[in-house]
């Protein structure tokens, strides 16, 4: 069959969530067996979203081949457990690099390059899906912005070149906007929405669907009078309400039967779709029987979905232990050995995620250390596991100047190095060890029991690695460095046999970790959190 196109934007407002509609969408349209992938297009002119600032930008997510990408494709692989490529994250970035590396190899033959028809040419080409791929049915494509913003024009223009060239039924598009709600006279006003798509015929685009994002509740009538503004079918009005959990999204769209509009658009069959792991995940989020506190200890705490992916997998780990995860935000730069009791004496487990840079280093190995002499379940990623090698070093094994290069290049005891073979300090952008890797884990570890598995892949973001003239004396001193790379050149994880549970990966496990599928660790990890809160009574 012919690949089949629905494109998503945005008006009014950024945050409506656009990614979780398209991705709700994609759910619903793989519950009803078609194959489905995802592409996020955003108008930013970075290259990926690697060298930006977490607090501004929010979470780097990592697919399994090492694009670093917008966390909105995290959602994406949560939502339709698909794996996704370099190609599923596209920025004008990438667009403007390509055409002017094919200016200055001459391709253009000497002509004028302009933004129509080189820049849309290269937008269009991205969008395109093989027909004779029998792996795909569907593409979901989310540009990211606003309607009206000056950076989203060439996309927009693209995709209206594009709908002309695949013809009818072959492509849709749908609208999330805001209706805000005034309190004081307790109106929605649909007037923004209006503009929104005025502002998309304007530039000979027209919605097929609106989805209308609320706090409050609204009827038919305010759906007619959005129909009769926005050129839209009534029936294509969708209500999108606030939700206690964002896992709630494809249900209540199912409810507003977007796929089935979507399917008619396309002039796609509609059958009904198997929904039942969803609704039984989703029922039990909503019955969790305990009542867990985990302490996130993290340098980017200000924005927190610059730790989206552990945020998420934190709440697998909850549903699959029917367990209620409560996350206590602890920015690493106010915890020191001091406080640092009376900041995590009342949690659960603690979980040091990963990040760069020196600053709020000390609070988080403070944390670290207090979980290993107290006996508190502990989770480290990627900077957490190296951080964890550093307070061993220091407190155990007694190299009390024990560091990371990155952190002193002058340190008498580097225990966290570069990684083999690599030195690269001068360009940040696309030098870290990216990607999905192989890892092989000791046969009697708790990892390896977790995971059921000895021979596992993680995908990786770094830069640094356990400096392998300290593993010697650090298995001496009874750190179990309990995951190896296959050539055992690379330590990818360790565990303290003296805890209940003290486990830390180099990996990000968080990327891989599903709301019906959680991740091992995660799930082991709130396992271990809840045993704890009952064995203190």
């Not at 039984?280 to 200000?302: D, I, P, R």
């Not at 699959?320 to 487990?349: F, M, P, Q, R, Y």
């Not at 995908?459 to 300290?470: K, L, P, W």
């Not at 565990?495 to 599928?517: G, I, L, M």
């Amino acid at each position: 069959m012919a690949v089949k196109y629905v494109f998503v934007t945005g008006g009014v407002v950024s945050g409506l969530g656009k990614g979780i509609t398209a991705a709700s969408l994609g759910r619903l349209l793989k519950a009803r067996g078609y194959k489905v992938t995802m592409q996020k297009f955003d108008p930013y002119l970075n290259i990926d979203p690697g060298t930006m600032n977490p607090i501004q930008h929010g979470e780097v997510f990592v697919t399994d081949d090492g694009t670093e990408t917008d966390l909105d494709l995290g959602h994406y692989e949560r939502f339709i457990d698909e794996s996704l490529d370099k190609n599923s994250n596209v920025t004008t970035g990438k667009v403007y690099w390509s055409i002017l590396q094919k200016e200055r190899r001459g391709d253009f033959g000497g002509h004028t390059v302009q933004v129509i028809p080189h820049i849309t040419n290269e937008i269009k080409s991205r969008f395109y899906r093989n027909n004779t791929d029998d792996d795909m049915h569907i593409a979901i494509i989310e540009v990211g912005g606003t309607v009206g913003d000056i950076e989203s024009q060439p996309f927009l223009e693209a995709i209206r070149q594009f709908q002309h060239e695949v013809g009818p039924n072959n492509s849709m598009l749908i609208l999330v906007s805001l209706l805000p709600y005034l309190r004081v006279s307790q109106e929605l006003k649909t007037k923004p929405t209006q503009m929104a798509v005025k502002t998309m015929q304007g530039m000979g685009l027209q919605p097929d669907v609106v989805v209308c994002r609320s706090e409050v509740e609204f009827d038919d009538d305010l759906k007619d009078k959005i129909s009769l503004f926005c050129n839209v079918p009534s029936s294509n009005v969708i209500k999108n309400l606030d939700l206690h959990s964002l896992y709630e999204a494809p249900l209540a769209m199912e409810k507003e039967h977007l796929a089935e509009i979507a399917c008619k658009c396309l002039n796609l069959p509609c059958t009904d779709p198997d929904l039942t792991d969803w609704k039984e995940m989703v029922n039990t989020l909503y019955s969790l029987e305990n009542k867990v506190s985990v302490a996130l200890v993290g340098k980017y705490t200000q924005l927190h979905d610059a730790y989206i992916s552990v945020v998420e997998s934190l709440k697998h780990g909850g549903i699959s232990n029917k367990a209620d995860v409560k996350i206590k935000w602890v920015d690493s730069e106010t915890l020191t050995d001091e406080n640092v009791s009376e900041v995590l004496g009342d949690v659960d487990g603690i979980i040091v995620p990963g990040g760069f840079g020196d600053r709020g280093i000390p609070g988080m190995i403070s944390a670290i250390r207090y979980a290993r002499e107290n006996n508190v379940p502990f989770l480290g990623l990627c900077l957490g596991m190296q951080l964890s090698i550093i307070e061993f070093a220091r407190n155990v094994v007694g190299y009390r100047d024990a560091n990371s290069i990155e952190f002193d290049p002058d340190t008498q005891h580097p225990v966290i190095a570069f990684l083999p073979d690599h030195d690269d300090k001068d360009n940040l952008g696309g030098t870290l060890r990216l990607g999905s890797y192989p890892c092989i884990l000791q046969k009697e570890s708790l990892v390896a029991k977790l995971y059921g598995s000895e021979e596992i892949h993680e995908r990786h973001r770094h830069r640094y690695e356990v400096n392998n003239d300290f593993r010697p004396i650090l298995t001496q001193k009874g750190l179990r460095l309990c995951g190896l790379s296959p050539d055992n050149r690379i330590v990818e994880m360790i565990e303290n046999p003296n805890n209940d549970f003290f486990v830390a990966t180099q990996a990000h496990p968080e990327f891989k970790s599903r709301p019906n599928r959680p991740h091992p660790l995660f799930a082991g990890f709130i396992g271990a959190s809840v045993k704890h809160k009952k064995d203190r009574g």
